[in-house]
């Protein structure tokens, strides 16, 4: 399988990358951008890509390449350095990087001046996503520009016999309307690789690395109903068979009704003989008391869940010696945001999610086979592994569930008010035929009082906002433009059905720079 390395500076996007080459039909792997020379050059990448980050490369201790790396690469690997990247590269062949007064951010004009090579097939002008503060003042000796923004004069240049690149914009980014045929003319063209990488041959290498590691082993999954954890539910019963132990635990932060459907899945559809429920409820929510803090409650939230586990696993031991494992549905994108993405330390921490944040003094062994995978092909997955079309399909729906969707401090009274709230979103969401098309749509609770007037009467009651998005992949997402008849059948419903809401409104911001969960 021809290969593509993404080296991480920690960029927000990194992953995006990785996962637009996979699209194009060819592998592609993230490495910290201090990997061991060795190991990138026994992969035998055909192509590498230098990632963005939040550093600059003037600053003292900002992370670099070294020397050997270039020599290793100069001539023999093509190389496309994006946004930070671009300023490494610009910086290394002896060009000038510079803080520039002008930052561009988001959607900008770019002019192309080359219309060959890595701009093959390009309008004049294209729209690409910027997010940067520096940029390449002076050209390296035998670059050349390949195009320009109105206060960005370097904002692609190349070296085309050496194969070397730089682009001050993010082509991984949706927003780069043509981005992914650029990293196509990188790859395809330049790089020359074959487009020969399916996710179908994913599962039997998963399959042979699980039995390869787990052996004879009992596992336990910790498995939500979601998509993610679904999906590993059903790799590990192909790899180990019964010897898997899928544990859905009822953390009081769930929806209305998850409980019946996510156990009928799994009892009755799906027929796992070891699915267990376990009702935590009151010592989730018990552990929660009186927590404000977004992050605090994450934690509790991470750590409560490896509690239950741990107990359960004691039981089962009982009858099932030799549980060593816990199993997760982790992908990619969840380590991004929690900063454990390869980036590691450079790249800035925006939430933790819970299943990241686990206890140091854990004894269970964590098993995540589907880390390196990204949402789209978790869900072919599920596909070829024969999960219900209803379950591949549902919204992702994070693991502290409701306590980052009640905002402020959390009380049973107000999950049961906001759990009703949310049953009527979805409801009307797929009466009007739009579940599959948006991305996430969800209620939130917010913890404040205005006034209204029901039959005459004055009401003080809480708020309700409604968050209903449109995302490729959650790192980047848009508010649904919904018709207002249906935003005005979800609000009145709302607020003529749920006892303690009297006023509903509609959160019309993007992300970034907002994100999509509100906590
Ligand atoms: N209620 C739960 N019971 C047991 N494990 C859970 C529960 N909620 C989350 N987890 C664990 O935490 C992991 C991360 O949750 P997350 O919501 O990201 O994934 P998911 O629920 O599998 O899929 P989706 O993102 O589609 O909701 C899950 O894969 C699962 O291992
Ligand atoms: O499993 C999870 N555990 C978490 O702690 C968590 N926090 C957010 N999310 C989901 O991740 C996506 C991006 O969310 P944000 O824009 O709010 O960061 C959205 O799809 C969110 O629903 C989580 N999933
Ligand atoms: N997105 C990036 O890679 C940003 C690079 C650098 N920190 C800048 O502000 O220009
Ligand atoms: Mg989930």
Excluded at 69 to 89: D, M, R, T, V
Excluded at 443 to 451: D, G, Y
Excluded at 469 to 476: G, L, N
């Amino acid at each position: 399988m021809d290969l593509i390395i993404v080296l991480d500076f920690g960029g927000q996007y990194t992953h995006l990358i990785a996962r637009r080459i996979r699209e194009l039909g060819i592998y592609s792997e993230i490495l910290p951008y201090n990997a061991p020379l060795e190991k990138i050059a026994n992969l035998n990448p055909k192509g590498i890509i230098l990632s963005g980050g939040p550093s600059s490369v003037y600053e003292k201790d900002a992370p670099y390449l070294k020397q050997e790396f270039y020599e290793y690469a100069k001539g023999n690997i093509p190389l496309l350095g994006l946004c930070y990247g671009h300023h490494l590269i610009g910086q290394y062949f002896k060009g000038k990087v510079v803080a520039h007064k002008e930052k561009e951010f988001g959607k900008t004009e770019f002019i192309v001046k080359r219309h060959d090579y890595i701009f093959k097939n390009t309008n004049p002008k294209e729209i690409v996503w910027m997010s940067h503060g520096d940029q390449v003042e002076r050209l390296p000796p035998d670059f050349e520009i390949f195009g320009s923004t109105a206060t960005c004069p370097i904002a692609a240049m190349g070296n085309i016999n050496q194969k070397i690149y730089g682009f001050q914009f993010h082509p991984e980014v949706y927003h780069t309307i043509h981005g992914k045929e650029i990293l196509r003319n990188f790859i395809i063209d330049i790089c020359q690789a074959q487009q020969n990488w399916k996710i179908d041959d994913w599962i039997e290498g998963a399959i042979k690395d699980i039995q390869k590691e787990v052996g004879e082993k009992q596992i336990i999954l910790g498995l939500s109903g979601g998509v993610d954890s679904s999906v590993v539910a059903l790799l590990l019963k192909k790899a180990i068979g019964n010897n898997v132990h899928p544990i859905f635990v009822n953390n009081g932060v769930l929806r209305k009704n998850e409980v019946e459907q996510v156990c009928d899945w799994f009892q009755n559809q799906l027929k796992f003989e070891n699915f267990h429920y376990v009702d935590a409820e009151t010592e989730f929510l018990e552990a929660l008391k009186g927590i404000e803090d977004p992050e605090e409650k994450r934690k509790i939230i991470g750590h409560q869940f490896i509690k239950v586990f741990e107990k359960t696993a004691l039981k089962l031991e009982e009858i099932h010696p030799n549980i060593e494992y816990l199993a997760q549905g982790t992908i990619y994108p969840d380590r991004v945001e929690s900063q454990a993405g390869q980036g590691g330390k450079i790249s800035s921490k925006i939430k933790s999610h819970h299943n990241l944040t686990l206890p140091d003094d854990m004894k269970l062994k964590i098993l995540e086979p589907l880390k390196d995978l990204y949402k789209d092909e978790v869900r072919k997955l599920g596909f070829l592994l024969g999960l219900p079309q209803e379950l591949i399909g549902r919204h992702p729906f994070p693991g502290p569930g409701l306590a980052v969707r009640c905002i402020g401090d959390i009380t049973k009274e107000k999950l049961d008010t906001l759990r009703d709230a949310d049953a009527i979103v979805i409801e009307e969401i797929k009466k009007a035929g739009l579940y599959d098309q948006i991305w996430q749509a969800f209620a939130v609770f917010l913890p404040v009082k205005s006034v209204g007037v029901m039959g005459d009467y004055r009401t003080y009651e809480y708020l309700c906002a409604l968050r209903i998005v449109e995302s490729i992949d959650a790192m980047t997402a848009n508010f649904a433009k919904l018709d207002w008849s249906i935003l005005e059948q979800i609000s009145s419903r709302i607020i003529n059905e749920v006892i303690g809401i009297n006023r509903v409104v509609y959160d019309i911001s993007n992300k970034p720079p907002a994100t999509i969960e509100f906590e």
